[in-house]
């Protein structure tokens, strides 16, 4: 022989055959073997079993019958299935028993939804599922155009399936553009909504059979809840809010109609005399710091209030906030006990007792 073929790479898989190793298989049949130099170009029929060394020349190759190459490569395979079959027997053997023991275990009802992506994926199949009503309380006075647009798809893709929808937002939410123009473009009959001063966190409820409530305080972490006394407990603080709500048709009104202030400003006034800061007012409002601030500023204007000492004294008197004024006190019955009604509230802030008039931002 004129010297050693260069080994050339094999062009697929170790479990395909080559038009190279279909021919000289092929030529091994019809030849009885074939010689060990010739596989250089088809390693693939050795990977496949297709040939064997013949035990009286260790140079020559002899064929051997797919069907026999089949059942060669095919028996580890074949182990493994049976192994996995035994194991799977094994085990369906040893939890038959539990199979029958009632488990009352409410976290066999709740599934941790972890990341936007996933939680938006689940409203939607839910939405698409529901047949009954949806209800909903959103927390916050800024509706965004991306969230309202996300909730208008899933709000009609459930009206075709029939349901009706119930949404909660807070006073603020009232001047979003968004929420509008998503009333608008809902089929008219099908969507009730009121507005509360203050709400739960986020809460989605589809058919009475599944809600949703936040995991964290970022809301990427969801929880899925269908234990039926946990749905149920969560319908009935939906139906308190839903009571206490104003129906978006109509206008919020002042238990106070002689004082300018609004049923917002009215809401910051109780918890300001409660003893809340600015920055919890604002977040259970629903509004931004700034805009409560504003508001503050503007209650200040509205009773003549030179500090925020000074106005929580007016709120009480007022009834703004909910409280009856404090009786007057006799000449002599000495100063009034620090934390009473009689004495002015300091109302906390993380600011100083100056008037705080920037304008609100858009909520």
Do not use: F
């Amino acid at each position: 022989m004129g010297g050693t073929r260069p080994k050339r790479a094999h062009p697929h898989g170790d479990r395909e055959l080559c038009d190279e190793a279909v021919r000289l298989y092929t030529a091994a049949l019809r030849n009885d073997g074939i010689g060990r130099g010739e596989l250089t170009a088809a390693p693939c029929l050795m990977d496949m079993a297709l040939l064997h060394p013949d035990p009286r020349d260790a140079d020559w190759l002899r064929p051997v019958p797919p069907s026999a190459a089949l059942a060669h490569l095919l028996l580890p395979i074949t182990r493994e299935i049976h192994e996995r079959v035994r194991l799977t027997a094994v085990l369906a053997d040893s939890l038959a028993p539990l199979m029958t023991v009632p488990s009352e275990d409410p976290n066999l009802s709740i599934t941790v939804l972890e990341g936007l992506p996933l939680i938006s994926s689940v409203l939607r199949e839910a939405s698409a599922a529901a047949t009954s009503e949806i209800l909903t309380a959103q927390p916050g006075g800024n509706r965004t155009k991306t969230a309202m647009e996300q909730g208008l798809r899933n709000s009609l893709t459930a009206i075709e399936q029939g349901a009706r929808l119930r949404h909660i937002y807070q006073h603020p939410a009232r001047y979003s553009p968004h929420l509008k123009d998503y009333m608008t473009r809902v089929p008219t009959g099908r969507l009730e909504v009121r507005t509360v001063e203050q709400t739960v966190e986020r809460l989605i409820i589809v058919d009475r059979e599944m809600a949703l409530i936040p995991a964290n305080a970022e809301r990427t972490t969801a929880l899925e809840i269908r234990h039926p006394a946990l749905v149920t407990y969560l319908v009935q603080v939906y139906d308190v809010l839903w009571a206490q709500g104003t129906p978006l048709t109509e206008h919020l009104t002042s238990t106070a109609p002689d004082t300018p202030v609004t049923a917002v400003q009215r809401g910051i006034a109780r918890l300001l005399v409660e003893g809340t800061t600015d920055e919890a007012v604002a977040r259970k409002m629903g509004i931004s710091v700034r805009t409560c601030r504003s508001h503050i500023a503007k209650l200040m204007q509205a009773l003549g209030a030179s500090s925020r000492t000074h106005l929580g004294a007016l709120l009480v008197r007022s009834g703004l906030a909910g409280t009856q004024a404090p009786p007057p006190r006799p000449q002599d019955e000495g100063p009034a006990p620090p934390g009473s009604l009689r004495e002015a509230p300091g109302l906390h802030t993380s600011g100083s007792d100056q008037v705080l008039s920037d304008p609100p931002d858009t909520t």
